[in-house]
Each structure stands twice: as structure tokens, then as C-alpha cells.
């Protein structure tokens, strides 16, 4: 039995090769996510046990926020941990984030996407090692006019010690200064990638404008101290927020929070392997039940041989054993070669992220084999069970009939059966009260997933007709090669319809993409065409990135300092805890929380409002959908807690309508300022005087900023097209992801194609014996494969854009507004055409005919003789 | 008839090398002449099937050469020569001569719409009339029963006026009724249009419908016979020890 099945997959090569790609590709590509993401997160292992090597113990400070810029601990606290017995030395650090480094043109350095820049404290009281940072070069800075840099930075820069260097901090704003020195971490010039702006303790704290604060600190116990002990002492010296533990274990934290960051690119990069080995199986699931109905003469005549039907089905999944093994094998092979070329390539692009030698965990060859193995198993189980059907007779009749297909009546009742249930599941998840049972997002998955078996189970019954008028239109084009195309296509409708899901799974996947970048980008066009009535507004650069971006109050002055300028509202923008609570419910969110001005509204006017959009201290006000989702209305009270300075309790004094108030809950600034404790702006809105474009007024304040290159101002329709590349640059990256998909299910066009020409190998050959020629014969190939492939691509679209607008109806409420089919090409840049749909119709069938060209090329080259004596 | 309508000169024609070597033709020269009906005939292996297929331009000569009229299909390429068979040629095969996805009608026209020429309406009523087909036009070959099939098959060889209709074994799947309808048409197509037709058969009263009948044997003709009838035939299959 083995032999047989090795036999039956050697003979057909091609058949092997398409489909063992299929599950390379899918295994490979999740496999190299592995390989990948367990290499940084060793590399990370490797960096935090060095960081923390010279630390007994770690005080560090927790946080109920999850985005938040963490909490502080009072010097005068951290100065009772002295008094610990078997404390030797306490080294205080202050650390914090938002300033950057200014080239000698005067521009950020290294900005865009990548590792952030880091502000810490450094000082010589410190022992080797106590941040990881070590001065390597010149001497610690001493006073305000001096900083040290990291090697990285200070390599990029150009900078040696005594230069000038300017840092910009989003608080203070701009601050000259001298390099006194450049810190190393440990052999490397910096930590992972990140940029490091140093300073003595008091210069951090008035940088970051914490003063008397730290982050925490390291701490050295006497010899033979038990450690243990020691860290209880210093727990009943601090505050309850305060953290205490020892180094070795604050290395592995910082490690697994890097690994818990990491595990998320993991899932959702594997993700699209996943959906590549999903499309896979339709591949192979179709493969093998063209191959058993070639075979059934064989098969019968195994039958008739002695060969049980139990025999029979072994053969079939022994065979689909050992190509999904070979695969799987192979692909775990690729995997490797991905991160190893990823490791070779992103740092070539730029971009630095610490790596160090491939790391290959059991989990991942498991993973990878497993995969790939039993999808290929799975997948032929249906068309194993055929062929243990066949029956004895079939050897010895000429020609073997199609097995009887099911009633039409019957699949269209089954499919639509399962159509309602998937709906409903889908619906359920995305606008019903889930209430404790499991999340929306089970309900969501499990509809989406119901859905596709309904289409797939329906798609038979309208592969028919949908062939036939795709066929009919390129018939008017190209003569009866598009006739017998459209015939074959039609011939078989469950084969045509089973090819072609491969395709839809993936070009659903990227119509969904592209319905929800044409959504939200026609949300993004409604605010800012018609709501806002600003001229221009000032952003941190990256503004996109970072939604607590900030800058220092001195630029508001700037802009209010230009002729042109009429009037400008300031925004604050940090996070917060929201808890409003009702009889019945209690919502607590974690929220980003505006610091408005009186005078906010008449830059961002409401549809419609109640109450007053001018709250004083202590009120709130926020927009309808989120009053709405917290059951609040006006005059209700809510808890808001500040990551700094605790809980306060607001009343609700006004709800906004529009889509320019979309996410947005304001206090008056003095509250913001006073529970935040800094005073840094994350916008600013400017309008010009009667007469003035907003282009002129661009041009008129920016040279007022021209030494804050960590600001941008920017009129709509910067923004519009900022957002726009931004939105176009997301959409590019997921397409990109989905090509492997594409690709697969394009495979099994191919694969379907060649094991037709095989069939119909004495029809082509009479075919060419009245008259079809070369030419035509491989035309007649591809445009069969183009029909089946726009079929698929159209079901796909049509599943694509049904899945958007259920989920832009979900997110009604977080202010995705509009919902939009991009049918056409948003701009003619590459992101506006890979998001237009039609081009995604028209895309597929060039596809099915390139991907179809082996086959066709196979069609033409059969000898006629040789076809017509074929059987 | 003063010129032939196809000819063989000296053709040879080898399949496989070394030891699955076989010579299918060994420098045969053979002429059809225009207007009439020739049958091939032969011992099974002879190479009937071969020097049909070399004569048709479906395969190619070893050695020699394969005239259509004047022209020499070997100096053809692939192109030139699929046009010189749909438009000069036509074709009926012993079996799976139709296009299953194609309804009877257009299997008739295929070559037509292969060559972008027009039908002449005319003319294939009238040939699908006289093969009894006309009720079944709409049909697929799936639908039709052997002897329907291969009349349409038939029709097809002969709705385009090809100079040549090559035959191979075409009633040797078919009853005698049907069998003898068949043959009764191509008869009369040689009778009332001067069609040329070349006809490989193993039965002499199939070959009894011919003008001429020539005899092979291992790749070489041995023998012809003018104005047969199945007598003289078996007679002559006997003598050459068949
Ligand atoms: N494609 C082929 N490959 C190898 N040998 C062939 C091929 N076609 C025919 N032959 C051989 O050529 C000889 C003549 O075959 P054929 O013309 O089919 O005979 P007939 O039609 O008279 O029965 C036979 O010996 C046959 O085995
Ligand atoms: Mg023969």
C-alpha cells in the first residue's frame, strides 16, 4: 500500500510541487515569525541581564494605567531606604520620555518610525552599571548646560565631547547645550535601538519637569546581607506604589514585557500564514478530488484487485501524509531562511532592532509540522472518502460518469441553513448585549467563519450561471477560444467553484481591508472637510504615532505672536480612568482625556449639543456616543482618575454631536494642568483674519517655528493627505501580508488547470486536429482560469465589503461614521489603486492568466497524435 | 482525374530509438486521387493509422515527404499547417470525435469558427438534413447515441467543403445499420459534390462502398484493387494471408 502511494505522488510532480508550495508558503511563513520574534526576544533576555547585572535590588513604580507615562516616588521617600539595614548605597533615577535630538541643520535626529528616545538621570554617584549605562567617553554631565549621549546618537549625530548639541523637550523646549560625555550599554552603543539623552539628576527633573521626583532607583546591600530581608525593609520604608524586587527578577520582568509586546506581533503576523495555509487547504482539498476522479479507473481496478475500501482511503491520506510532511519539513526550512533574511534586511533598512543567533525553539518545528501536516491530512479526508466509494464496476465501463452530484434544492436549502446561522452569530457579536457570556469577538469569529462555509457550500449553484456570463462577455472579445473556455469553466461547477474559494478567501480578507481604509478615510474627509473651522493646526511631528504627543507652551505664543493670526484654542491631550456608574452599571475605561479652552467649540463646532460646552472646574463634557455608551446624561457624575495626582469626581455639563467631537471628553485646562502637573500642549488650532488663506497663514507661522522641528503646522489639507499616507501606508503593509494568500489561491488555479489540460488531454487533441492552434489552445487555458479566478474574486469582494460595513456599523459609536466601497482608485498613487476594488476584480483575472500560462503552455505543446490516442 | 489531391513520397516514418524502435511506414509512396473514395486496408499494425495521420498533417514524416495538393507540409510551421487542416482537411475519428462541451450545432461549425469564416447556411442544412441530424443540433454529445454521434462527426468533416476528408475506422464502433447509413453518406458525397475521401477500414463491406482500396503490411502498400466489391475483397485479404 505504502509503494502505491508513493508511487501515485511521485508521478505526478507537479501536482506535488503546487501543492507542497502551498503549505511552504503558509509553514514558512509562520515558522519565520517564530524564528523571527524568539530571536529578539532572546536578544532582549540577553540585554536585561546585562542591564540589571550590577543591581541587587530594583525600586521601581506601578501604575493603574496601561498607557500611561508611569508614577514617581518623592526623593524624601527613597531617602529612608539609607536607613535600611544592610543597604549599602540607594542610587535614585529619574527617566522619562518626550525630548529629542537636534541635528547640526537643526533637524530631529533619527526621527520616524522606531525605538523612542529616552531622557534619564546619570550621575557619577552611580557605580558601574547601575542603568546599564556606562560613561565610555569624556565624563558625566554636571548642571544644566551639560548632557551625555548614547554612542548610537552621538555616532549618527556626528557629535565629539565639547560640541554644542540642542535637545528639544516637549515640556521645557528648546535647551542648548554641551557634550560632556558618550555613554555605552555595556559593549553595545545603546540599548535595543533606543536614543539616550542624559543629564545629572536635577537637570532631569527640571527637563521632564518633575522636581523632587524619581522613577525609582538601584540598590547595592552590604556583603553577606540576605537580600530577601533587605527588600522587606526598604517595602515598609516607600509607598504603597512603590515596587521593590530583586535585579535579577526586574530583568526578567522588563524581559517578559518586551516578550508580551513581542507575542503580539507574533499572533498577528502568523495570523496571515494561518490564512495562507486556510487558503492552502482548499488548494489540496480540490488537488486530491480531481486526482481521485482521474483515478477512479485505477482506484476500481484496485478494487476489483482485492483492495478494501478502507485500503483505498489509506492510500489517498498516506499520500496527503506524505506530501503535507514533505511540505511541512521544507517549509520550517523557509521559516528560518525568512528571520535569517529579515535579520540580513531590516537593519540594511534602517531600522535597528537588537538580534543576535537564530533562535529555533522545539515549539516552532512542532508548530510548523503539525501545521502543515494535518491541514494537508484534513484536507484530503473528503476527497479519501470519494475514492474509497468507487465502485468495482466503474473499472470496466468506458467512461466513468461525474459521481452524482447533490440535489440543487438540497445545498441551496443546507447552504442558506448555515448562511442564517453565521449571520446571526456574526450580528449577535457585533450589535447584541453578549452580556457575560463569551466576547464579541467568538461570536464575530465563529460568524465569520460560518458565513465562508455557506458561501462555499452555495457557491456550486452560482458558479454556473456567474461563469457563464463572465464567459459570455470574454467571448465577445476573443471568439470561441472564450467559448470553450467558458464551457470548461461551466463543465464542472463544484471543481470551478472550489478553485475559486481559495481565491475569494483572500481577496476577501483584501477587499475587508480596502472597504475599511475607504471607510474610515471617508470619516476622516467628512471631519475634517466640514467640521472643523480652523485655518491651521500645530502637531508634534508623528502626531499619528503618538496621541499624547506634546510640545512646549512657548510655540502657542509664537503662533498667537503672527499679524495673520485671528484667535487660537490650545489642546491637552494625556490619559485617564473613567468610571461613571449608574444604578444598574459601572463602565471604567481607560480614556484619553482632553484639557480644552473656553473657546474650543467654535473650532471644532458641534452638530447639535445640550447643556454648555464651556465646563469649569470639576465638569466635563463629552461627546454623544460615549455619554451614550456609559448610560450618562447631563448632570450625572464620574470619577476621573489622573495618573499623577488620583481621583477627582466630575459632573457632566454638556454632550457634542458631530464627527469632529468623534473620542472626545474635556475638562477645563486649569484641571488638566494642575492633574497632570506638567503644562504641555498637543495642539493648537489657529484661525487667520478675514482675507488670509490658510496657505498664507501656514507660511506665515512657520517661520515663527523654524527652530522647532519637533512641531509641524499644518492647513486640512496637509492633514487630510498626512492621514491619507498614513492610512495608505497601513493598507500597503496588510496587502502585503495577504500577498502570500493571493498568491496561494492563485496556486490552486494553477493546480486545477494543469490536472484539466491532463484530463482533457484528447479533447485539446482534437481540438487541434479540426483547427484550434497553438495560439488559441493556451489562450482557451488561460481564459478559463481568468473566468474561475474573477468568479472567485467577485464572491470575495462581495464577502469583503458585507464584512466591512458590519464591522464600520459596529464601530458606529467610536466615531467611524461613513462607510464607502472603494470601488475606484482613491489617488493614482500605488496605495489609492491596490485600494480600489475594481482593480482588484480586473487584477484577478490577469492573474488567473498569468498564473495559468504553465498549463496553457502544457495545452499547447501536446502532440495531436499522441492526444487523440490518449486515454 | 489529372492531379492527385494528397500524396505520399517515400514516406518512412520510426517511433522510439534503440530497442522499442518501430518503422510504422517504410518508404511508402501513395496517391489519393481527386473525387474519389479510397479505402486503406490492412492487417492490425500495418500502419493504417499512421500514414493517415502523416497524410493529415497531424504528425510528422521520419523521412519524405506529404503533399495536400501541391503543397508540402513539411516546409509548414505549426501555424500554417493548423490552418491548412481546418480550412483543406477534414476529420472523422473512430471515437471521441466531439467536443463534449459543445452542443452538436457548434461541434459542426468548429472548424468554421476556429478559421473566422462564415456558414454557409445553405449548404450545412443541407448536410445535416441528409445525415439525419437536424433534430438533434441542440444536443451534447453525451445526449446523442454512437451512430448520431458519429454522423455528426460527419457533418463536421463536411460543412466546411474541405478538399480531403481523412476517415479512420469511422463505423467500427457502430451497428450495422448505423454503420451502413454512415457510409451510405460519404458514398454519395463523393457521388453528388466530388469529395475526396481517404477511409482506414477493416471491414470489407465497409471498404465495398469505395472506388479503390489499397492494401498495407508492415508500413508498406502491397496491393490495390479497383471498383471493389466485398467478394473479390475477402478474396484478396485472404490471399494476402490476413
Ligand atoms: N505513438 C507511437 N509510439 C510507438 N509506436 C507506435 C505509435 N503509434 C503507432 N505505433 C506503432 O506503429 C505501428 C503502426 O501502428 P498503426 O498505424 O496504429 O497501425 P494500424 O492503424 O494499422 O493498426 C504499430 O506497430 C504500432 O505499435
Ligand atoms: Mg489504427
Not at chain 1, 449608574?582 to 458641534?606: C, D, K, Q, S, W
Not at chain 2, 517515400?10 to 511508402?28: H, Q, S
Not at chain 2, 492487417?43 to 495538393?69: N, Q, R, W, Y
Request: proline share 4%; charged share 20%; glycine share 10%.
Amino acid at each position: 500500500m505504502l509503494r502505491v502511494s508513493l508511487k501515485g505522488v511521485w508521478a505526478h510532480k507537479v501536482r506535488l510541487v503546487l501543492t507542497a508550495l502551498a503549505i511552504i508558503l503558509g509553514v514558512g511563513l509562520i515558522s519565520g515569525v517564530y524564528v523571527y520574534t524568539d530571536t529578539i526576544g532572546k536578544a532582549f533576555d540577553g540585554i536585561f541581564a546585562d542591564a540589571y547585572a550590577g543591581i541587587d535590588i530594583a525600586i521601581g513604580t506601578e501604575s493603574d494605567f496601561s498607557f500611561g507615562e508611569g508614577t514617581y516616588l518623592d526623593e524624601a521617600d527613597f531617602a529612608l531606604i539609607d536607613e535600611v539595614p544592610g543597604v549599602e548605597e540607594a542610587f535614585p533615577v529619574l527617566q522619562g520620555m518626550g525630548v529629542s535630538v537636534l541635528d547640526s541643520e537643526g533637524e530631529v535626529l533619527g526621527s520616524g518610525p522606531g525605538p523612542p528616545t529616552f531622557v534619564a538621570s546619570l550621575s557619577p554617584a552611580e557605580s558601574d552599571g547601575v542603568s546599564g549605562f556606562t560613561i565610555a567617553e569624556g565624563a558625566f554631565p554636571v548642571g544644566s548646560g551639560q548632557v551625555a549621549l548614547d554612542r548610537g546618537i552621538a555616532d549618527l549625530g556626528g557629535f565629539q565631547i565639547g560640541d554644542r548639541v540642542t535637545v528639544i523637550s516637549d515640556v521645557v523646549g528648546r535647551l542648548d547645550l554641551t557634550l560632556a560625555g558618550i555613554a555605552t550599554f555595556g559593549e553595545d552603543n545603546t540599548l535595543g535601538g533606543t536614543t539616550w539623552v542624559f543629564f545629572d539628576l536635577p537637570t532631569t527633573q527640571s527637563v521632564l519637569q518633575r522636581p523632587g521626583l524619581l522613577s525609582g532607583g538601584a540598590v547595592q546591600v552590604t556583603p553577606g546581607a540576605q537580600i530577601d530581608e533587605v527588600i522587606a525593609g526598604i517595602r515598609a520604608k516607600l509607598p504603597d506604589h512603590a515596587t521593590v524586587v530583586s535585579g535579577q527578577d526586574a530583568a526578567e520582568a522588563e524581559a517578559a514585557d518586551i516578550q508580551s509586546a513581542l507575542s503580539f506581533f507574533t499572533i498577528f503576523l502568523s495570523v496571515f500564514g494561518w490564512v495562507a495555509l486556510f487558503v492552502g487547504s482548499f488548494l489540496i482539498y480540490n488537488t486530491f478530488r480531481i486526482v481521485v476522479s482521474q483515478r477512479t479507473r485505477e482506484l476500481a481496478l484496485l478494487r476489483a484487485l482485492g483492495a478494501g475500501a478502507r485500503q483505498i482511503r489509506g492510500i489517498v491520506l498516506l499520500e496527503a501524509l506524505t506530501i503535507g510532511f514533505i511540505g511541512a519539513v521544507l517549509g520550517v526550512g523557509f521559516g528560518v531562511m525568512i528571520a535569517f533574511g529579515l535579520q540580513l534586511i531590516l537593519p540594511a533598512a534602517g531600522i535597528d532592532i537588537p538580534t543576535t543567533t537564530l533562535s529555533i525553539k522545539p515549539r516552532t518545528v512542532i508548530v510548523g509540522l503539525a501545521a502543515g501536516t494535518v491541514i494537508t491530512f484534513v484536507s484530503a479526508l473528503i476527497p479519501a472518502r470519494r475514492a474509497s466509494k468507487v465502485s468495482v464496476m466503474a473499472a470496466l465501463r468506458e467512461d466513468a460518469p461525474d459521481p452524482a452530484r447533490g440535489g440543487f434544492l438540497r445545498r441551496a436549502l443546507v447552504g442558506g441553513a448555515i448562511l442564517v446561522l453565521g449571520l446571526a452569530a456574526l450580528f449577535f457579536g457585533l450589535f447584541g448585549d453578549t452580556g457575560s457570556g463569551p466576547s464579541p469577538v467568538v461570536y464575530v469569529g465563529v460568524g465569520v467563519g460560518v458565513i465562508f462555509l455557506a458561501v462555499f457550500a452555495l457557491s456550486p449553484l452560482a458558479a454556473g450561471p456567474v461563469t457563464n456570463l463572465l464567459g459570455t462577455i470574454l467571448e465577445r472579445f476573443t471568439g470561441t477560444s472564450g467559448r470553450l473556455a467558458r464551457r470548461n469553466a461551466m463543465r464542472s461547477p463544484r471543481r470551478t467553484a472550489a478553485t475559486a474559494a481559495a481565491v475569494t478567501i483572500s481577496i476577501t480578507l483584501v477587499a475587508l481591508a480596502s472597504t475599511l481604509t475607504g471607510s474610515i478615510r471617508g470619516t476622516i474627509d467628512e471631519v475634517l472637510a466640514d467640521d472643523v473651522v480652523a485655518d491651521v493646526i500645530v502637531l508634534p511631528e508623528g502626531q499619528f504615532g503618538d496621541p499624547t504627543g506634546a510640545f512646549a507652551p512657548e510655540i502657542a505664543d509664537r503662533v498667537r505672536g503672527s499679524d495673520l493670526v485671528a484667535d487660537i484654542t490650545r489642546v491637552w491631550v494625556g490619559w485617564a480612568i473613567l468610571t461613571s456608574e449608574t444604578p444598574t452599571t459601572e463602565t471604567v475605561t481607560e480614556t484619553l482625556i482632553t484639557g480644552m479652552e473656553p473657546n474650543l467649540a467654535e473650532f471644532l463646532p458641534p452638530d447639535a449639543f445640550e447643556g454648555s460646552l464651556d465646563p469649569g472646574p470639576g465638569q466635563v463634557v463629552m461627546e454623544a456616543s460615549i455619554a451614550e455608551s456609559g448610560n450618562l446624561e447631563l448632570g450625572d457624575s464620574v470619577v476621573i482618575e489622573f495618573e499623577q495626582a488620583g481621583e477627582f469626581p466630575y459632573t457632566l455639563v454638556g454632550i457634542a454631536e458631530g464627527p469632529a467631537w468623534a473620542g472626545i471628553i474635556a475638562i477645563p485646562s486649569t484641571d488638566w494642568i494642575s492633574a497632570a502637573g506638567i503644562d504641555q500642549h498637543a495642539q493648537v488650532y489657529a484661525k487667520a483674519v478675514e482675507g488670509v488663506t490658510a496657505d498664507e497663514l501656514k507660511a506665515a507661522v512657520e517661520p515663527l517655528l523654524a527652530d522647532s522641528p519637533n512641531v509641524t503646522v499644518q492647513t486640512f489639507e496637509d492633514l487630510q493627505s498626512e492621514a491619507e499616507a498614513q492610512l495608505n501606508g497601513v493598507l500597503n503593509f496588510i496587502l502585503a501580508l495577504l500577498a502570500l494568500a493571493v498568491v496561494i489561491g492563485m496556486l490552486g488555479v494553477t493546480n486545477t488547470m494543469a490536472l484539466a489540460v491532463f484530463e482533457r488531454t484528447r479533447e485539446i487533441g482534437l481540438l487541434r486536429a479540426v483547427g484550434l492552434d497553438r495560439r488559441t489552445t493556451r489562450r482557451m487555458v488561460r481564459a478559463e482560469a481568468s473566468i474561475v479566478s474573477v468568479f472567485g474574486a467577485l464572491m470575495g469582494i462581495g464577502l469583503g465589503i458585507f464584512f466591512g460595513w458590519a464591522l464600520i456599523r459596529a464601530l458606529e459609536d467610536q466615531g467611524f461614521t461613513v462607510f464607502a466601497i472603494p470601488w475606484l482608485p482613491s489617488s493614482l498613487s500605488v496605495a489609492g489603486v491596490l485600494g480600489s476594488l475594481l482593480f482588484w476584480l480586473f487584477a484577478t483575472g490577469i492573474l488567473g492568466i498569468l498564473f495559468a500560462v504553465y498549463p496553457a503552455w502544457r495545452a499547447a505543446r501536446l502532440k495531436v497524435v499522441e492526444a487523440i490516442s490518449h486515454l | 482525374m489529372n492531379s492527385a489531391a494528397a500524396r505520399a513520397e517515400g514516406v518512412t516514418k520510426v517511433y522510439g530509438w534503440g530497442d522499442t524502435r518501430v518503422t510504422a511506414l517504410d518508404e511508402i509512396s501513395v496517391a489519393f486521387a481527386k473525387g474519389e473514395f479510397t479505402a486503406v486496408m490492412g492487417p492490425s499494425g500495418s500502419g493504417k493509422s499512421t500514414l493517415m495521420h502523416c497524410m493529415a498533417g497531424l504528425d510528422s514524416v521520419t523521412e519524405g515527404s506529404v503533399f495536400i495538393g501541391d503543397q508540402d507540409l513539411s516546409t509548414l510551421s505549426d501555424r500554417r499547417l493548423t490552418k491548412l487542416r481546418r480550412e483543406r482537411i477534414g476529420f472523422i475519428f473512430q471515437a471521441f470525435n466531439l467536443v463534449p462541451t459543445l452542443s452538436a450545432s457548434e461541434n459542426i461549425t468548429l472548424p468554421l469558427d476556429l478559421a473566422g469564416t462564415k456558414v454557409d447556411q445553405s449548404w450545412f442544412d443541407s448536410v445535416v438534413e441528409t445525415l439525419g441530424v437536424a433534430d438533434r443540433l441542440k444536443h451534447r454529445p453525451s445526449e446523442l447515441s454512437g451512430g448520431q454521434q458519429q454522423r455528426v462527426a460527419a457533418a463536421r468533416a463536411m460543412v466546411s467543403r474541405p478538399e480531403l476528408i481523412f476517415a479512420d475506422e469511422p463505423s467500427g464502433n457502430l451497428d450495422s445499420k448505423a454503420s451502413a447509413d454512415l457510409l451510405d453518406f460519404l458514398r454519395s458525397a463523393v457521388k453528388d459534390h466530388a469529395q475526396t475521401i481517404v477511409m482506414v477500414t477493416h471491414d470489407a463491406n465497409a471498404a465495398g462502398y469505395s472506388d479503390r482500396i489499397v492494401f498495407l503490411a508492415d508500413g508498406r502498400v502491397v496491393d490495390s484493387m479497383e471498383d471493389p466489391n466485398p467478394e473479390r475483397i475477402l478474396d484478396r485479404l485472404k490471399s494476402l494471408e490476413y
